[in-house]
C-alpha cells in the first residue's frame, strides 16, 4: 500500500477533508485547522487532518448574526 504524504498541500487537504481548498485557508488562518506555511503555501500533517476530519461541524453556510 502506498504511504500518505507527511505533508499535504492545500489543494491535498481540501480533497482529504471534501471541503474547497478556500474554506483549508479560513480554518488555518483562523487556527482551526494546525497547519504550517512553507514558501507560500499552506502544509498540512497527516495526522492534524485526521484529528480535524474528525469533528463534527454543522453542514452548510453559516448564518449571517
Not at 504550517?36 to 480535524?52: K, M, N, Q
Request: positive net charge; charged residues 30%.
Amino acid at each position: 500500500a502506498k504511504q500518505p504524504p507527511e505533508l499535504y498541500s492545500t489543494t491535498q487537504a481540501a480533497e482529504f477533508l471534501g471541503i474547497d481548498s478556500s474554506r483549508v485557508r479560513d480554518f488555518a488562518r483562523q487556527g482551526r485547522l494546525p497547519g504550517r506555511i512553507v514558501g507560500h503555501s499552506w502544509a498540512f500533517r497527516t495526522a492534524d487532518l485526521r484529528r480535524f476530519r474528525r469533528i463534527p461541524r454543522k453542514t452548510g453556510r453559516p448564518k449571517g448574526k
